[in-house]
């Protein structure tokens, strides 16, 4: 059974930074593409970031282009969420979640989801 266990969210000034990890478990998790979703009070899911298996294609939404870096660490099946210079309107529940195959934006194409980490940007 996959799992995806979210952490590093938290309490931020505004132009903070914030590293989210997800570690994923439960089988090999060769071909598979990770992705970054966030979903504020009252608003859709919202595509962040994704990273192929190899980690040689990256794809970052427009809200967060230049200020999130998405990165993998295969050997020990973590993704990282690198957000830096953060806004008030960054603040929202952070999920990870993974499709076997490319990746996508939308959150329909992924079949397994962590449960989520919450990340509040506030003076």
């Known amino acids: 059974q996959v799992q995806l266990v979210e952490s590093g969210g938290g309490l931020v000034q505004p132009g903070g930074s914030l590293r989210l990890s997800c570690a994923a478990s439960?089988?090999?998790?060769?071909?598979?593409?990770m992705g970054w979703f966030r979903q504020a009070p009252g608003k859709e899911r919202e595509f962040a970031a994704a990273?192929?298996?190899?980690?040689?294609?990256?794809y970052y939404g427009d809200s967060v282009k230049g200020r999130f870096t998405i990165s993998r660490d295969n050997a020990n099946n973590t993704v990282y969420l690198q957000m830096n210079n953060l806004k008030p309107e960054d603040t929202a529940v952070y999920y990870c979640?993974?499709?076997?195959?490319?990746?996508?934006?939308?959150?329909?194409?992924?079949?397994?989801w962590g449960q989520g980490t919450q990340v509040t940007v506030s003076s």
């Open positions: 990273i192929s298996w190899s980690g040689g294609s990256t």
């Open positions: 439960g089988r090999t998790f060769f071909g598979y593409a």
């Open positions: 979640a993974t499709r076997f195959g490319p990746l996508l934006t939308i959150p329909g194409g992924y079949n397994y």
